[in-house]
């Protein structure tokens, strides 16, 4: 709600769709009508008015679905602000797919990789180890202190990582995410190798802008 003062005395609340009505104003709302049981509500919100995430275009997120392997890359391509339009780095993702240009600009920046023989697999699920190893990854590129934080990792950190069943690839980069609060999930309990969803995605995405300073808190 927003609070309008009449005059001294008075004040009312409106909505924000009443307040665009009143100053005959054109008002969308890029927030979504699908998350409000999500425990992420706020920070799916916040990154859809940023547009930084997408729905389906009707007003849904669909949070509690997997999230695909291009999608990351367009939600990382649109935080920061990267696309690379040229032709694909992949045999399997089209030229004309509207994440290309941002599948192309995260693998430029080895933000991701492909599977292996040239392919991306663009519409396959990305687990958590894999997701949060990408955001790691991103939080480096973004600030240079999360290196230094990164190689001063104390041995229990990634000896806990190792025991959660964290593959010997993705250990740093999940540690670090540990230490910079970014592994947001739903059931509070990591699984490396589930799939992760697309709310657990959204906030956890969500605490690295804003831990970095990309966002405000």
């Given amino acids: 709600y927003l609070r309008v003062y009449i ?8 909505t924000v769709t009443e307040a665009a009505a009143a100053l005959g104003v054109n008002y969308h709302s890029r927030w979504f009508m699908d998350v409000e049981e999500s425990t992420f509500t706020d920070e799916i919100n916040a990154l859809a008015t940023y547009g930084i995430v997408e ?3 009707l007003g849904r997120f669909y949070p509690a679905n997997n999230l695909k392997r291009s999608e990351v890359c367009a939600m990382l391509g649109r935080a920061l602000g990267l696309t690379e339009n040229h032709n694909s780095y992949f045999s399997d993702v089209r030229p004309d797919d509207p994440c290309t240009p941002y599948i192309n600009a995260m693998a430029e920046l080895g933000l991701v990789q492909g599977i292996g023989n040239g392919k ?18 991103a939080a480096r590129y973004l600030n240079f202190n999360c290196d230094y934080e990164m190689e001063g990792l104390p041995r229990e950190a990634l000896d806990e990582m190792t025991a959660l069943g964290v593959h010997a690839w993705a250990l740093k980069d999940m540690a670090l995410m540990e ?9 509070g309990e990591l699984q490396p190798t589930a799939p992760v ?3 657990e995605a959204a906030a956890s995405l969500h605490a690295i802008l804003t831990g970095v300073g990309v966002l405000p808190n």
Avoid: A, V
Wanted: proline share 2%; hydrophobic share 30%; net charge negative.
């Fill in 7 to 14: 005059n001294e005395e008075e004040q009312c609340l409106l």
């Fill in 197 to 199: 969803l697309r709310e």
């Fill in 55 to 57: 729905g389906d275009g």
């Fill in 120 to 137: 991306f697999n663009p519409n396959g699920t990305i687990s958590q180890q894999e997701y949060f190893t990408i955001l790691g990854r």
């Fill in 179 to 187: 230490l910079l609060g970014g592994m947001c999930l739903s059931s």
